[in-house]
Structures are given as C-alpha cells and as structure tokens.
C-alpha cells in the first residue's frame, strides 16, 4: 500500500505524458478552415438551445450517458449499503469497489472503439455495452449472501458495462458543426456528471415508498430505459461527412 497522495502524482504525471502526445497531433483542417470564418459563432453554448433541432440533438447527447453516473453514483457508492441489504458476508469497502468499477471502465472505453470500428456503427457498440450494463445490474439485485470479492467483481463487469464513456463523447460530439463540436465534448460529459444529484433524489424519493434494493432498482429500470429511448432517438454519425458548421 502506498500514502494516497501518490495517487494524484501519478495522475498528473500521466496528464504531462498525454499533453506531451497531444503535441505530436496534427489539428485537423476542418477546425482551421472555420478559424478563418469570420462569420461564423464559434463555441457559443447558447447555440445549443436558439434552435429547436439542435437542442434535441444536445439533450438526447446528454441522456445517453446517464447509466455510467447511476452505476458509480449509486451501486458502486452506495455498494455497501448494498451488501448490507444482500446479506454478504463481509464488510464491503466503497473506495475499493470504486476502484475495481474504474479500472474496468478504462478497459471497457479502449474496447468499445474498436467494436464500433467492428460494428461499422456507434450505435450498436453503444447498445451492446447498454446489454453488458443491463446484465451486471441484474446479477447485482440477485445476489443473495455471497462474498465481499463477487461485490467487487460484479462492481469490475458493471464499470465495463458503462465503458461506454468515449464512444458516448464521440457520439456527442459528431452531432454538431465543426464550430460546436469541441463544446459538445466538453459540456456534454458535464452535464452528465450534473445529472447524478436528480438521480440521487429519485433514489432518495423512492425509498419512502419502497425498500432501500428496490429503490435502487427502479432508479435503474428508470434510468436505462431514458438512455436506451434517447440512443434509439439519436442520429448513427458512424462515417457521418463532419465538414460542416453550424449556423
């Protein structure tokens, strides 16, 4: 074991290295033809909500990526409680099972670009990933008794589930213009994130008309079904021509 601030050394040590590989990529020709649009807004987050079109691109964006916040802000977080209610035998550590939820996200979000590239779609990677997540919740309610290390196994297959997070930006983004799609990616992960304190109120809400689990798994169902509706909604950008502005 190691003090956790070593934590945030290594962090930053790896954002020094991804900034030192930035260095190394070439900007696209795309984004410098619109720095010489003179005429045209560039980054302007009102832009998402002065068109009607637009603003339902930009809050399906936002909805599809629901599930990763309910899982970590949730299951994971609340993982002990959880256990509690489960009747698992050991005492479960939120820190750890966040840990073991994380690891697997970042293994989830490298494979889920090559299965699009597979697939030839965003979509469909996106609902095969949406299917992993659905399964995990389903053997995370089922668990009966069982041991601290199937928590934390079941926490690992529901953060792969939700290693969605980079095809989610990508879709994100490849909804919009040139002149807003760097805002997209940025505000879009943003407001997901923003999402979690009303799933938590619902979570909250639920429990005083029905027990801790069961609120937990309608929070779920709820949320699932909002992102499963908006993917279905949402626009294959999958080979979509991206030179293009927003006006």
């Not at 970590?72 to 009747?87: C, D």
Request: charged fraction near 15%.
């Amino acid at each position: 074991s190691f003090h956790w601030r070593i934590c945030y050394f290594i962090g930053g040590g790896l954002g020094f290295c991804l900034l030192i590989l930035r260095i190394s990529v070439m900007e696209s020709g795309m984004y410098n033809k619109v720095k010489e649009m003179s005429s045209v807004a560039k980054g302007d987050f009102r832009m998402f909500f002065n068109n009607g079109a637009r603003m339902r691109k930009y809050l399906l964006a936002i909805l599809i990526g629901l599930p990763t916040w309910y899982v970590i802000g949730v299951l994971v977080t609340f993982s002990n409680n959880f256990a509690k209610e489960f009747n698992v035998s050991e005492t479960i550590d939120p820190g750890r099972a966040t840990m073991y939820a994380y690891v697997a996200i970042s293994i989830g979000d490298v494979l889920v670009g090559f299965v699009s590239q597979w697939l030839k779609s965003r979509k469909k990677a996106l609902f095969l990933f949406y299917g992993l997540t659905v399964m995990a919740i389903g053997l995370y309610f089922t668990q009966d008794g069982g041991s601290a290390s199937r928590m934390y196994a079941i926490c690992a297959a529901l953060g792969f589930g939700t290693g969605f997070w980079a095809i989610f930006v990508t879709m994100a983004a490849e909804q919009f213009g040139t002149n807003l799609r760097a805002t997209a990616a940025t505000t879009v992960p943003n407001m997901v994130r923003g999402a979690l304190p009303l799933i938590l109120l619902l979570f909250n809400w639920l429990q005083h008309f029905t027990s801790y689990v069961n609120a937990g798994l309608i929070t779920g169902g709820i949320v699932m079904l909002i992102s499963i509706i908006a993917a279905w909604l949402t626009e294959e950008t999958f080979g979509k021509d991206l030179n293009y502005v927003e006006q």
